[in-house]
């Protein structure tokens, strides 16, 4: 059973079973925790986005800042967060994708793609259909799965958090993880990575 707080169901696991063992294979390979601090070379998190997160509203290069992955990596990873069904390949024009601008009160986020000043799609990230929320500090975006199998059962979940960084970066955190007993064997796993986009003027 899934409980849905920000997060659609995805397609590519329409069938509980096929999710649970795929969560079931992440733990029966041992289970790890992988959770780097935050760069010390990254400017500082800003302490308050105020109350609903309104301060993460603003314009971001859609690159990601130090890597060589995609230019339109923030497009995709935010569509990532309400559909890995694999149809968000198709469903935006992501090659054209320079800048994402970002409009949020909690618990209302709204991304939207733009090719210089072309408008050329929205991601609804918040409320009617989601519910983010705010804790003052970070946009928290999160799903949950329990499941149960023969002589298995667990429970998985992942997170994407929205930050800004004091030099008006967009930081982002995304991770997931899953905690689960096998053959009466408790077994956990955990894990997130960062990334950092920077702001237009």
Not at 62 to 73: E, H
């Amino acid at each position: 059973m899934r409980f849905q707080l920000a997060r659609r169901t995805r397609s590519n696991c329409a069938h509980a079973s096929v999710c649970l063992m795929a969560m079931l294979a992440v733990l029966v390979s041992g289970g790890c925790v992988d959770h780097p601090p935050y760069p010390s070379s990254w400017s500082p998190i800003s302490p308050s986005l105020g109350p609903n997160c309104s301060g993460l509203s603003g314009t971001f290069r859609a690159q990601r800042i130090g890597t060589d992955v995609a230019p339109w990596d923030l497009a995709q990873e935010l569509d990532r967060i309400v559909d890995e069904s694999g149809a968000n390949l198709s469903r935006f024009d992501f090659h054209r994708v320079t800048d994402v601008r970002l409009d949020v009160a909690a618990p209302r986020a709204t991304a939207v793609l733009l090719a210089g000043t072309e408008r050329i799609g929205t991601i609804e990230l918040g409320a009617p259909q989601y519910s983010p929320t705010c804790d003052g500090r970070a946009l928290k975006l999160l799903w949950l799965e329990v499941g149960a199998a023969p002589f298995a059962a667990g429970v998985g979940h992942e997170t994407t958090m929205l930050f800004r960084a004091e030099d008006g970066s967009l930081v982002m955190r995304t991770g997931s993880g899953a905690v689960g007993v096998v053959l009466l064997v408790p077994i956990g796993d955990s894990y997130y990575s960062w990334a950092r986009y920077s702001a237009r003027p």
